[in-house]
């Protein structure tokens, strides 16, 4: 009783990044635009700190990629005058932009931030500054990685909370990669996920076209993934997977979400398929699992109907309450909010430039 | 002599303000090394305009008297002692 929380949900959009708070989930105030005119793609709201601290990477159409941090919740931003990412000389490469910020679960110092192109990088100073995987980068598949629809870069990294030296990291189109070394050799973990648009191999050793990877809460070698038309399951830490699609509308789109409060439960964002890109029906709306993908169930009241939206890979998060709230963004510049589990949403923005990122957090 | 680095107004508050940059050639350099003496104090400026390679980003344009530099010889473009180099940010965007 008595102790005041506060809940920002983070809303990067294609022209800036706006935050909305509030004090009960119910009223939220909106601030923004941070960033205007830049695509906000990435955004970690790193609570390991004293001083909570946003992470931001961003990029402008102009003036190219950035990362910016705020110790004071986005009333200041700080950029590395040397700038936060930089690819080595040696690399020959610049650096597009920066899809994934991701706290490590180990060393409250350490942030992790997955770029386009295909880099991943470790930071030992809470995102100021970062250092090329070299491993991942000298992966002799590197080359044969593709680009998807946005890009070629690692859009998921989810480092094992139980094991320091293990990682799991996800790419559009190369598939999933693992490392149980620290980050010294990667190896694919894609057997089982199915690659239709590769006809003439549609099982390969790695090029499929992953999503979005989430990882269990409760069972960390459990990890879900939604790919380009497909929904799998992995019990082996991201190795092997199973389908988990039946019973789903669509086996199609772009983000996957773990139930922080509870195990084998997973929220997904289901689109018509790759070749229409709107809600199954026209009805905007989430599938949750809460047994690990056997059985599937619709969750859409409070969502408008019909809706032509859809959600990208990262434009779904959650906050840190007991009841996790649950949010995410369309393409339309809408953000939708649930307290209850999904049971029920509520808009809490409207009449923003298309989400790209969504990311919550609970202050005390 | 002195050459002339004409900022954007939306960069100009990465150099403190500045319209402009001033840099002292006693003869002809490159545009690389005009680019570089300009921003030398102003790092995150030069971020905004070349890549980490050194590259002029591909929304960047750079005029060297009234040349762009993309469709001469790009950051080997050679620059006057007295010369005025104009950095824009293309037409492009939605």
């Known amino acids: ?364 | 002599m002195t050459a002339r680095v004409v900022l954007p107004g939306l960069l100009r508050d990465l150099a403190e303000g500045a319209a402009e940059l001033p840099v002292e050639l006693d003869q002809p350099a490159t545009l690389a090394e005009v680019l570089d003496a300009a921003f030398g104090p102003w790092p995150i400026l030069a971020s905004r305009v070349r890549d980490e390679r050194g590259e002029i980003r591909r929304h960047v344009n750079v005029f060297v008297d009234g040349e762009d530099a993309k469709r001469a010889e790009g950051v080997h473009t050679a620059v006057g002692p007295q010369a005025t180099v104009h950095v824009i940010n293309a037409v492009s965007g939605g």
């Open chain 1, 1 to 364: 009783m008595g102790r005041m929380t506060q809940t920002i949900v983070g809303i990067g959009t294609r022209k800036g990044l706006w935050l909305a708070r509030s004090e009960d989930r119910r009223r939220w105030e909106l601030d923004g635009p941070h960033f205007l005119m830049s695509e906000v793609l990435s955004l970690l709201f790193d609570t390991r700190r004293e001083t909570p601290r946003m992470v931001v990477g961003f990029r402008s159409s102009h003036w190219g990629p950035s990362l910016q941090h705020s110790d004071d919740l986005g009333t200041t931003w700080v950029e590395h005058p040397e700038g936060s990412i930089r690819f080595p000389e040696d690399t020959d490469t610049a650096l597009k932009a920066t899809w994934q910020l991701v706290a490590d679960p180990h060393d409250p110092q350490v942030v992790w931030a997955g770029t386009e192109p295909h880099g991943l990088w470790r930071s030992e100073d809470g995102g100021e500054t970062f250092e090329l995987n070299r491993g991942l980068w000298d992966h002799p598949h590197r080359t044969q990685w593709g680009e998807g629809a946005g890009g070629g870069a690692i859009h998921t990294v989810l480092p094992s909370p139980t094991d320091a030296d293990s990682m799991l990291v996800a790419m559009s189109a190369g598939g999933v990669y693992n490392t149980r070394d620290g980050g010294q050799s990667w190896t694919p973990g894609n057997t089982g996920i199915h690659a239709y648009f590769m006809p003439h191999d549609p099982w390969p050793e790695f090029g499929q076209c992953v999503h979005k990877v989430a990882r269990d809460s409760a069972v960390p070698t459990r990890l879900y993934a939604q790919n380009h038309r497909g929904v799998y399951r992995s019990d082996d830490d991201g190795v092997t997977w199973t389908s988990i699609e039946a019973g789903l509308p669509t086996n199609f789109g772009m983000t996957a979400v773990a139930n922080p409060a509870q195990g084998d439960s997973v929220w997904l964002v289901p689109i018509a398929s790759d070749g229409e890109r709107i809600p199954p029906g026209a009805v905007l709306q989430v599938q949750r699992t809460d047994d690990a993908g056997a059985t599937w169930r619709t969750q859409d009241a409070g969502l408008p109907h019909p809706s032509y939206t859809n959600v990208l890979r990262d434009a779904a998060g959650t906050d840190q309450h007991d009841e996790p709230g649950l949010y995410f963004g369309t393409r339309n510049g809408e953000v939708y909010a649930s307290t209850d589990g999904g049971d029920s949403f509520s808009r809490i923005a409207e009449q923003l430039p298309d989400v790209l990122c969504v990311r919550a957090v609970t202050l005390q």
